[in-house]
């Protein structure tokens, strides 16, 4: 009776969604789909692409795509968000619309500087809130130009 309660215990271990989850420093060493850095939002993977080369502060594009942990497409019809965008002495905080399929966008000014830091919050439909910290322009693992660490 033991060994088979050991089983189970196993059995639903390993189908808990925390085992599936990622942590955000693994996500960092994963190329992100669409050239984003991508976090961890609950039961979600959000994707936050920001302009990387907008060397003034300007009308920018703040694009997030929603996965699940396996990486399928969340679709975003009727979600709503919002991305607070911080990049050297400017914040920015844009309202995200429902921009087709996973995706959802919105502009903000801000230039691209390597202390960015973003925070989106999204909502979808019949979901609770859930929330995510990026460092979107910061070197990674998975840049092939990051530094090694010897």
């Not at 088979?4 to 925390?18: D, E, K, Q, T, W």
Request: zero cysteines.
């Amino acid at each position: 009776m033991k060994k088979l309660n050991a089983l189970i215990f196993l059995l639903a271990a390993l189908n808990s969604p925390m085992v599936l989850s990622h942590s955000d420093e693994y996500l960092d060493t994963q190329p992100a789909p669409n050239g984003g850095q991508m976090r961890m939002a609950g039961a979600y993977h959000y994707e936050l692409v920001v302009a990387k080369d907008s060397q003034a502060a300007k009308e920018n594009p703040v694009v997030v795509f929603v996965t699940d942990h396996g990486g399928t497409k969340i679709p975003t019809a009727g979600a709503r968000g919002t991305a607070t965008i911080l990049a050297g002495k400017l914040k920015a905080t844009v309202n995200l619309m429902p921009d087709g399929d996973n995706r959802l966008k919105g502009y903000a000014k801000y230039a691209s500087t390597p202390d960015m830091k973003g925070a989106v919050t999204l909502t979808l439909p019949g979901k609770k809130t859930e929330s995510a910290r990026f460092t979107p322009l910061a070197k990674t693992a998975s840049d092939p130009h990051a530094r090694h660490k010897h």
